[in-house]
């Protein structure tokens, strides 16, 4: 039900709500009904303006971009699809059973929010430690309490990274308080998923050189803690920082390069190589450089006409999916690091997951 003639709609059981933008005649602002014979469907037709209080029983209504108050108003190559203000936390939950522009938003991170509480909940337990069995033989106990901590920090930073996120997207049309609240939750979890990740690696990296290991540390803890007091500043929020929050994530993930560089003049190419799998951290990298430029730079709905990529393909559609497919690689890099750094084994075939 969404074309430019019409403004918005709104479902709520058996009723259809049908909002005009064109309608100009006084007489037309009274409603107007229109019941179809031997059906429940009734459409109604009501003036351009909307009026929140005038969404009751929580029901949702999709509107375009010019039916949204000015704190909606984010991206404006995204013309239609748009969930109008709440005020309704069930509101929101149940936008969840609508086709919206935030739908694949929500969904391309919940999904894999819940898969990796399910790893942090049993995967260094029931595959990884069976794994290291199968390569070593029984009887050895490689899994001490920091390749717990170490491995599970990753987990819980992607966890929370990545619900956080759908959280965001999900109770965003709320109101505009609530969504700021939760804006900045979402650049917590960026930013608690990249000391974890950067730290995760740190850890097996330089095992064997715990001064360099806790130094780095200390620095990616005070960026990290940089990030986090920029963040929170309502001004970051604004839509005009956009570019601006995008480079500065990038800025902070690109810190990961120093430990990197270092490990070059420690051990040599060829062993930082094996020590960190840099192969995998070369992809994440990819992943998450392309994906924060395409979301800072609005690719590729800024090229063509408002409202081709309303619903699927937009340029934070793709944001998401990269950024899941960086975590994937960044997982298994840690994962091949913790093998390498306990069994000295640096091999496609050691493939724990």
């Not at 330089?206 to 986090?228: M, Q, S």
Request: aromatic share 16%; hydrophobic share 45%.
């Amino acid at each position: 039900m969404s074309t430019r003639s019409r403004a918005s709609s709104a479902v709520s059981g058996n009723n259809v709500f049908v909002t005009l933008q064109d309608i100009q005649k006084e007489s037309l602002f009274s409603k107007v009904h229109k019941r179809r014979r031997n059906s429940s469907i009734t459409v109604t037709a009501v003036p351009n303006t909307f009026n929140k209080n005038n969404v009751k029983n929580n029901e949702i209504q999709i509107v375009n971009w010019d039916n949204l108050d000015e704190w909606q108003q984010d991206n404006e190559f995204i013309y239609d699809g748009y969930v109008k203000e709440t005020s309704s936390v069930m509101g929101c939950i149940k936008s969840l059973n609508i086709l919206h522009n935030e739908s694949v938003n929500i969904w391309s991170h919940l999904v894999p929010s819940v898969i990796y509480l399910a790893l942090l909940i049993g995967f260094t337990d029931f595959i990884l430690e069976k794994k290291l069995i199968q390569i070593l033989g029984a009887g050895h106990h490689l899994m001490d309490a920091m390749d717990y901590v170490m491995i599970n920090i990753f987990l819980v930073g992607a966890f929370l990274c990545l619900f956080c996120s759908s959280c965001y997207h999900c109770f965003k049309q709320h109101s505009e308080s609530v969504s700021v609240l939760w804006s900045k939750a979402d650049y917590m979890g960026i930013i608690i998923l990249i000391s974890t990740s950067i730290i995760s690696l740190l850890y097996y990296g330089f095992h064997d050189h715990l001064f360099l290991c806790k130094l780095f540390t200390i620095i990616t803890t005070i960026f990290g803690a940089t990030c986090c007091v920029f963040v929170l500043n309502d001004k970051f929020n604004h839509k005009d920082w956009k570019i601006v929050r995008a480079s500065f994530f990038v800025l902070f993930a690109a810190s990961g390069l120093l430990p990197i560089f270092t490990g070059f003049f420690v051990f040599g190419i060829e062993n930082s190589i094996k020590r960190v799998q840099l192969l995998y951290v070369f992809f994440e990298a990819i992943c998450y450089i392309a994906g924060a430029l395409i979301y800072g730079f609005k690719i590729p709905e800024c090229y063509f006409k408002p409202g081709k990529f309303d619903y699927f393909f937009n340029s934070h559609q793709i944001f998401h999916l990269c950024c899941v497919a960086g975590s994937v690689f960044h997982f298994r890099a840690v994962i091949a690091s913790f093998v390498y750094a306990k069994t000295g084994i640096h091999s496609n075939s050691v493939f724990i997951f």
